[in-house]
């Protein structure tokens, strides 16, 4: 049962535009989201997080957008970069146990 | 301050025969966790320390894993015997605080090990 989807495995963007990675969730008892980044050979991590209270938390570049009535997050790049080419995994907590999503490759070309 | 390590970072063996693998978290990280990634499937969980205790194991696949961490500090994740399913990466991660619905449960992760079972 995978409480956690990411639909996308893979995204592609110019260089400058807007990247924007999709999250979905079914466990109501999630209030914690957050969202890890994985470079080869690496193990995941922590980029940023939005508790259930909020809608929209920014950092830099990065936001995340949480719909709790649709059980969707989104992560916005803005302007994407070839460093950020990576795979992103959504994850959601509800009593500090974690699920991710199977993440999604983003490619950024330059 | 040193990270999450893991060892091996890579493992070979056939099926049937028995792996360790070894994880050291951030010290002073009171839980730890062990992942298992897939051929490019989701990081699943498979269990959570909290110290020494089990605090939860739902995603341990079957009695073929046995995990421990003795006095609370290192952990390991054995297998036996290990089958062709078992081939993925293993992520370990710890934290300082868990079980707090919506705190700052950030997990730091090791940079896994990639178990293949021929």
């Known amino acids: 049962d995978q409480q956690v989807k990411q639909n996308s495995p893979s995204l592609s963007v110019q260089e400058g535009r807007i990247s924007i990675l999709n999250c979905d969730y079914t466990?109501?008892?999630?209030?914690?989201f957050l969202w890890y980044k994985k470079y080869p050979a690496e193990g995941p991590t922590f980029l940023i997080s939005?508790?259930?209270?909020?809608d929209k938390n920014e950092d830099g570049r990065f936001t995340v957008f949480l719909n709790k009535s649709a059980k969707h997050l989104s992560l916005h790049i803005v302007p994407s970069q070839p460093g950020d080419s990576a795979v992103y995994f959504c994850?959601?907590?509800?009593?500090?146990?974690?699920?991710f999503g199977a993440g999604t490759r983003l490619t950024v070309k330059p | 301050e040193a990270g999450v390590t893991q060892f091996p970072s890579h493992s070979v063996i056939e099926k049937g025969q028995t792996v360790t693998l070894r994880c050291d978290p951030i010290?002073?990280?009171?839980?730890l966790y062990w992942y298992r990634r897939v051929m490019g499937k989701e990081i699943k969980f498979l269990l959570h320390f909290v110290k020494e205790s089990k605090q939860d194991e739902s995603g341990m696949p079957n009695n073929r894993f046995l995990a421990e961490r003795t006095g609370g500090t290192y952990s390991t994740l054995k297998v036996q015997p290990a089958e062709l399913e078992d081939s993925g990466v293993y992520f370990c991660a710890s934290s300082h605080r868990g079980g707090l619905a919506g705190d700052a449960n950030e997990q730091f992760f090791g940079p896994g090990t990639r178990l293949t079972v021929l």
């Open positions: 994850a959601a907590s509800g009593n500090g146990d974690m699920r």
């Open positions: 010290s002073g990280h009171d839980n």
């Open positions: 939005i508790s259930s209270i909020k």
């Open positions: 466990n109501s008892m999630f209030d914690y």
